[in-house]
């Protein structure tokens, strides 16, 4: 095939980060990860890959499906990472069993799902995100909400929602409901996904009492305030439920003192697509993006699933999906900094290559000709690539 027929292509669901992408990446992530520092985590990188059976340890569902897999030489079957919360609980039942807890881990890298992409939904995209690992109580639930809350901030962004909900919450109602495993299960799917006609169709073709059936039905519509818990407390009668809204009133009453409740919603008919969940979940949405921006929640046996007992809550933004959100709301990016465009006359590169090393080390950005040309022609190219100065090199003089 000769060159110019040769067109190639990037796989289904990656993308190029051209300069100006690379560049609003790279300004928030350096936000994200000072931010994280500035709150007591630690950064941890780990590997791309890891074996299938690690990956899928205490994870099932849909996320098993997405991973895509390999083989290395051995025929050992790897897979990518379709998120960090697994290889870091890997790592802290592996690597920190001595160490003192609370754990408070920080990421930035990009992870990996086979799955429909749209824009801000690629099959490989980039996650900032926490795990705070040895805390069991709503303290350390309120810290990553808070903390969740003032990444979103950080970012630029100030027109969001968090809701914030509990999986114990609807396991109490599932437990005492007499639903089959399967109709359990089916009812949760109808509720990731806010599909209600479709949990009208099943619960109305269950054997459940007609009370039941409503008590179910107003799940996804629990949704607001303060007073959303003290309703959802006279709807139900059993302790896990009730054990759960106690322990978002907990998490909620701590919010406050973070400053952050105004952006915090409760949801109860919240349910992640992830099913590593064992108490308060959250998610953070903006208007015109029908995705979230971030998730997060409790995870209590995830490291038990690789050996130590170790209660642990996290959550990851989307960094291409606050991209997009910033970007339809209007909010600037950072401009790219030029400051001196180094040209020079025939004879004086070595006195532009010093000239230009000079201003760089001030912490300038200078970009240098690689040619020699005239002054007019010089003033044209700085004009055309947008720097702020000139500064032209012939033989006698060295400025410009
Ligand atoms: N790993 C989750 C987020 C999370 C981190 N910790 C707990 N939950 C995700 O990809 O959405």
Same mark, same amino acid.
């Not at 629990?222 to 303060?226: F, K, P, S």
């Not at 993006?289 to 979230?292: A, D, K, Q, R």
């Given at each position: 095939m000769s060159r110019s027929q040769f067109l190639p292509q990037i796989p289904y669901g990656t993308k190029d980060f051209l300069p100006r992408d690379a560049r609003r990446k790279r300004a928030a992530e350096n936000a994200l990860a000072s931010l994280f520092a500035r709150w007591g985590y630690d950064e941890v990188v780990t590997p791309t890959f890891e074996y299938l059976e690690t990956l899928t340890v205490g994870v099932s569902g849909d996320l098993v499906q997405s991973l895509f897999k390999f083989f290395d030489r051995n025929n050992a079957i790897l897979a990518l990472r379709p998120d960090m919360t697994t290889p870091i609980a890997r790592v802290a039942a592996t690597r920190f069993r001595e160490s003192v807890p609370p754990l408070r881990l920080f990421y930035l890298t990009n992870v990996f799902r086979q799955e429909q992409a749209q824009a801000g939904r690629q099959c490989e995209f980039y996650q900032a995100g926490v795990e705070l690992l040895g805390a069991g109580g709503p303290a350390a639930d309120a810290e990553v909400v808070a903390l969740a809350v003032t990444a979103l901030l950080e970012t630029g962004l100030t027109n969001f929602q968090v809701g914030l909900g509990q999986v114990q919450f609807l396991n109490g109602v599932m437990a005492e409901s007499g639903l089959t495993a399967g109709e359990q299960q089916r009812v949760k799917q109808f509720l990731v996904s806010r599909d209600l006609v479709g949990l009208g169709e099943i619960l109305a073709g269950s054997s459940l009492s007609a009370a039941a059936q409503k008590l179910i039905r107003e799940i996804p519509l +629990?949704?607001?305030?303060?007073k959303v818990v003290s309703e959802a407390y006279r709807l139900v009668g059993n302790d896990v439920s009730r054990a759960a809204l106690d322990n978002l009133a907990d998490i909620r009453r701590l919010l406050a003192g973070y400053g952050v409740e105004r952006y915090v919603t409760f949801d109860l008919g919240l349910i992640r697509d992830l099913d590593y969940y064992t108490g308060m979940v959250f998610e953070g949405y903006t208007p015109g +993006?029908?995705?979230?921006l971030c998730g997060g929640g409790r995870y209590d046996n995830m490291v038990a699933a690789f050996g130590v007992d170790c209660p642990a809550t996290g959550f990851a933004m989307g960094i291409e999906r606050i991209l997009l959100a910033l970007e339809r709301q209007g909010i600037a990016p950072p401009e790219a900094v030029r400051d001196a465009y180094v040209a020079w006359d025939e004879g004086a590169l070595a006195a532009a290559i010093a000239e230009a090393g000079r201003l760089r080390h001030e912490g300038r950005t200078v970009e240098m000709a690689l040619e020699a040309s005239s002054r007019a022609e010089a003033e044209a190219a700085r004009a055309a690539k947008g720097y702020s100065r000139l500064v032209y090199c012939d033989n006698n003089v060295a400025a410009g």
């Open positions: +629990l949704h607001g305030n303060d +993006l029908g995705f979230p």
